[in-house]
Structures are given as structure tokens and as C-alpha cells.
């Protein structure tokens, strides 16, 4: 069984900067774990393995370069984006799905994505496209990475430096992140169902 702790342990300050960087916004890193991936590299801070502070600085650092990354992308890439044929790390409905959250939230979508699985990987590129005022972009970007790097990172800590035996509960705990994360997009995918089945 794929053990996360471990993995984080193994790949360091580097690989986490690399995963966050490849998941907020280039378009194969959607399938990356980053919510889960935040929240246990926090519990690790709690337990020596990491410094909390440099930890959640360099995610921070990580989530806004790999938006600006997809950003660039987006704005260079335009309309080609949408006729690209699906392979194992591209497929349209991803796109769609992050294109109709865009133009239901509007700016916005840059702080609320990141913390939406797909999501938040198609959105930096969806405001590229879409040539959103860079300046803005860049604010909401700005907010977006300072609350979901921390929020989780610190998370993660602190629920590991208070809750006795926290080994015990990490494994739960993270399928939990995972699933809460998931729950705006299938909501949204629900209300986009309906919509279509009773216009």
C-alpha cells in the first residue's frame, strides 16, 4: 500500500516544491496530491521532520510560480487548448469542467480553484486564455496560494502536535481532505446536470 508519509519524507523540501509547482498549473500535474499532500507534510513539521515555516513558504512560493506557469501557458496556448485530442494526461472534460467553475465565480475562481481538486490546475491556464488583466490575476493569486498552503500546512500541524498517538489518525484523516475537496466540484457537477436535463 502506497505509504504518503513516507514518500514526502523521501522526496523532501525539493519534491514537494516540484509536486505543488506541476499541480497548480501544468495541465498533466491534476492528477497530483496536493490537498492530502499539504496536510501530512504539516503533520511531519509537527513531529520534527519539517520546518513548519519554511515548509508552507515554499509551497506558498511553489503555488503561485506553477499558476503563473499555467497562465503563461494559457495566454500562449489559447483556443489550441481546446482541440487537443485526450491522452493519459489530458482529457477535455477536465477543461470543461474547469471552464464552466470560471465563468460561474469569475475572478474569483482563481482563490476558490485552489482548493478544488482538476480544478485549480485548469484554472491558472482557463485565465490565460481568457487573457484575465494580469495584475489581477496575479492579486488573486497571490491570496489564493497564502491560504491554501498555509491553511493546509499548519492544518496538518496543528492537529498533529495536539492530538494524542497522531499516527493513528492520519490515514483517515487524509481520505477525509480528499473527499472534502472533492465535494464544490461534484456539487457543481450536480447543478450543471440539472440544468442540462431542465433547462
Do not use: C
Amino acid at each position: 500500500m502506497f505509504n504518503l508519509e513516507a514518500f514526502i519524507q523521501a522526496i523532501g523540501y525539493l519534491g514537494i516544491f516540484g509536486i505543488i509547482f506541476a499541480e497548480s498549473g501544468l495541465f498533466f500535474g491534476f492528477f497530483l496530491p496536493g490537498d492530502s499532500l499539504l496536510f501530512t507534510a504539516g503533520f511531519l513539521a509537527s513531529q520534527g521532520f519539517f520546518n513548519v515555516w519554511v515548509l508552507a513558504s515554499l509551497v506558498f512560493v511553489a503555488a503561485v510560480l506553477g499558476d503563473n506557469a499555467g497562465y503563461a501557458f494559457g495566454k500562449k496556448a489559447g483556443p489550441m487548448i481546446f482541440k487537443k485530442e485526450d491522452s493519459f494526461f489530458f482529457h477535455k472534460d477536465h477543461v470543461a469542467r474547469a471552464q464552466a467553475f470560471y465563468e460561474s465565480h469569475g475572478k474569483k475562481t482563481i482563490v476558490l480553484a485552489r482548493f478544488i481538486p482538476v480544478v485549480r490546475t485548469f484554472a491558472p491556464i482557463l485565465a490565460g486564455v481568457g487573457a484575465m488583466h494580469y495584475r489581477t490575476f496575479l492579486i488573486y493569486n497571490i491570496l489564493g496560494g497564502i491560504l491554501w498552503s498555509f491553511g493546509f500546512v499548519f492544518f496538518g500541524y496543528f492537529l498533529g502536535a495536539i492530538v494524542p498517538d497522531p499516527d493513528r489518525y492520519v490515514l483517515p484523516i487524509v481520505f477525509v481532505v480528499i473527499f472534502v475537496s472533492f465535494v464544490p466540484l461534484l456539487l457543481r457537477l450536480r447543478t450543471r446536470k440539472k440544468e442540462v436535463d431542465h433547462p
